[in-house]
């Protein structure tokens, strides 16, 4: 049996064909916990070759593409069971055997009780440079779960992402993520934001009240991305700096231990020398008076790291997600008018569009809200991180000026300062690298910092404008269920 076979439970013949779809069209579906799809927008079964009644109660893997390798669906779903969004490549076959790509951001909607309720699922097509290695990535991975098993397939993922430099997938994902939408953004121009253009003389009747209600959610939607486009400019920043972080937390924290072995072999070779032992001695113990303060100032720093870390992490993913969602309310709302200018639509259709604008309403809410929280988290810990950084500059700095004074008293004691000889210019290497690794993250969140006081003023009036949105069409939204 081949693995087409064990992977392809369909037992249709996969195409070499693509099944296309354009770069503005997006597409979700809302499964329950188990994965059975509940529903969908239109594209979705455009491009999917099935028929509505064919996905709805079906399982996910009815889009199964056997190219796949299982250990990309084992990391899907062990990340979204923990309550996380996933995002990620995924190769999927429609009804006739043909394929097609998709970037997919998969959210796990939780309720009050912290249980998965249901997950919702946005599709783009990809077209960024990341995704140009996706296919033979893939390809490989599945080579190695079919000779091997599942385990050595994710061991093999991720030995390929580390010599892509991302330290873990999640890495990963998010610059995919953010990769894609930038790609997306600069390739459609602004073309998507024309709205409500449908000639409503050709429009039932019955209808037009309903076609008024997605013109105005779909004008007020439009105004509310204009935000989440302001600060899309800045989701770079927050990603490079995480990944700034992530790397020189580890090079912080072992400079710590460093500096302190030093200055501890400095205290020693103190002791050691006789002669001309009092301007040693006053030095090591500057040195270790200084060194002291250093790995505390360093400890402080890499703490504070640590806590902020997450909220930067989640800053970039939070302004990705909002703009997605926002981008697939409108592109759902725009498909529906269109939809309605050429059939009228029953009660009960009308009923699952609003249903289906407040779940991706709802997740957007959730999304923004986890946004304003990052940020305002975020403002007072760059400013102490920064802060902490000069400090620890200033630190180096003094190091740096007892090391010189050490050099020239050593010089001086010739035999007897040799062992100090050795540790200054020890120190002299640790200083260097520390000091060009410290401006670099000092500037880094020097403008993080700056740029999260304007990410923390434009999410507020978005979160406002949720708000009013919320309370305005909350009351009919919710009397048309
Ligand atoms: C919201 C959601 C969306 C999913 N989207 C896809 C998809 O687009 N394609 C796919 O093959 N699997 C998707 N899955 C995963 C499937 O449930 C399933 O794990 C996968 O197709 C592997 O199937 P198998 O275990 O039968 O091999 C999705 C799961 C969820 C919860």
């Known amino acids: 049996m081949t693995y087409k076979n064990i992977y392809n439970k369909r037992g249709i013949e996969p195409k070499n064909s693509e099944s296309p779809f354009a770069l503005d069209e997006l597409f979700f579906s809302i499964t329950d916990p188990k994965g059975i799809i509940l529903t969908g927008n239109d594209v979705f079964q455009e491009v999917s070759k099935f028929d509505r009644d064919e996905l709805i109660g079906k399982p996910h893997n009815i889009i199964r593409h056997p190219d796949m390798p299982r250990a990309i669906f084992k990391a899907v ?24 790509w998709v970037l997919a951001a998969i959210y796990p909607v939780v309720n009050e009780e912290g249980e998965i309720e249901k997950y919702i699922s946005i599709r783009l097509k990809p077209s960024s440079k990341i995704f140009d290695l996706i296919p033979n990535l ?16 994710h061991a093999f993922l991720m030995e390929k992402l580390h010599a892509l430099g991302f330290e873990t997938y999640e890495d990963f994902s998010k610059r995919a993520f953010f990769e894609e939408i930038e790609s997306r953004e600069k390739l459609l121009d602004n073309q998507n934001n024309v709205s409500c253009q449908t000639d409503l003389t050709q429009v039932n009747n019955k209808n037009i009240g309903f076609i008024d209600l997605l013109c105005n959610l779909q004008t007020i939607f439009f105004r509310l991305n204009r935000y989440f486009n302001e600060i899309f400019g800045k989701v770079n920043l927050f990603l490079n700096l995480n990944e700034e972080l992530n790397k020189k937390s580890k090079f912080i ?31 090591s113990h500057e040195m270790r008076k200084n060194a002291e303060l250093s790995e505390r100032k360093i400890l402080q720093l890499s703490k504070i790291i640590e806590n902020t870390k997450k909220d930067i992490e989640d800053i970039g993913f939070n302004i990705l997600s909002s703009k997605l969602i926002i981008e ?7 498909e529906m008018i269109q939809n309605l200018s050429q059939a009228s639509l029953s009660h009960e259709k009308q009923q699952e569009v609003i249903n289906n ?18 940020v305002d988290k975020s403002k007072s810990q760059l400013r102490s991180m920064y802060y902490n950084i000069q400090e620890l500059n200033v630190l180096i700095n003094r190091l740096d000026f007892i090391h010189i004074n050490g050099l020239i008293e050593s010089a001086h004691t010739k035999e007897e300062g040799g062992g100090f000889t050795i540790i200054f210019s020890q120190m002299l290497k640790l200083i260097e690298a520390a000091k060009s690794e410290i401006i670099n993250l000092e500037t880094s969140i020097y403008s993080a910092s700056e740029e999260n006081q304007n990410v923390n003023l434009i999410t507020q009036i978005a979160q406002r404008k949720i708000m009013k949105l919320q309370k305005e069409y909350g009351a009919v939204l919710s009397s048309y269920i």
């Open 77 to 100: 779903w062990d990340t979204i069971k923990a309550g996380k969004p996933f995002v990620g490549y995924v190769k999927n076959m429609a009804k006739d055997g043909s394929y097609y």
């Open 138 to 153: 893939y390809k490989e991975i599945l080579e190695v779960e079919l000779k091997n098993d599942m385990e050595s397939a």
């Open 253 to 283: 924290y072992e400079l710590a231990e460093d500096i302190r072995l030093l200055s501890l072999n400095a205290s020693i070779e103190s002791y050691k020398i006789k002669k001309d032992g009092v301007s040693f001695s006053t030095l």
């Open 328 to 334: 697939m309310i409108t592109f759902f709302i725009k």
């Open 357 to 374: 604008i407040n779940e991706l309403f709802e997740l957007l809410r959730i999304y923004a809200k986890h946004l304003a929280i990052n």
